[in-house]
Nanobody, 117 residues
Framework: QVQLVESGGGLVQPGGSLRLSCAASTSIASFVSMGWHRQAPGKERELVATIFRFGTTSYADSVKGRFTIARDTAKNTVFLQMNSLKLEDTADYYC???????????WGKGTLVTVSA
């Protein structure tokens, strides 16, 4: 079992920045991938960013150039740095971990990001 706890959400003005953290209950160094998803009111959950075992990353087109995913394997934590936030970035943000390809993914409970003037 892997427990994931997100933090760092809050209220921010358009153009502002936030950094989300996801702390895992176990070592993440060998995980196939970890990622961030988000779900806005009335919409389906969507993938935002992924970091893979050897450090490669991928992003949704809507956040490329604005968001950065990173990890600290010593602290078993994954981060999502969000810059130039837009109103449409408002959502609940969820951390996901995939330890092995054969596993079902583990999810955190989410942290709310609200972008509002």
């Amino acid at each position: 079992q892997v427990q994931l706890v997100e933090s760092g959400g809050g209220l921010v003005q358009p153009g502002g920045s936030l950094r989300l953290s996801c702390a895992a209950s176990t070592s993440i160094a060998s995980f196939v991938s970890m990622g961030w998803h988000r779900q806005a009111p009335g919409k389906e959950r969507e993938l935002v960013a992924t970091i893979f075992r050897f450090g490669t990353t991928s992003y949704a087109d809507s956040v490329k150039g604005r968001f950065t995913i990173a990890r600290d394997t010593a602290k078993n934590t994954v981060f999502l740095q969000m810059n130039s936030l837009k109103l449409e970035d408002t959502a609940d943000y969820y951390c996901r971990a995939l330890p092995r390809v054969s596993d079902m993914p583990y999810w955190g409970k989410g942290t709310l990001v609200t972008v509002s003037a």
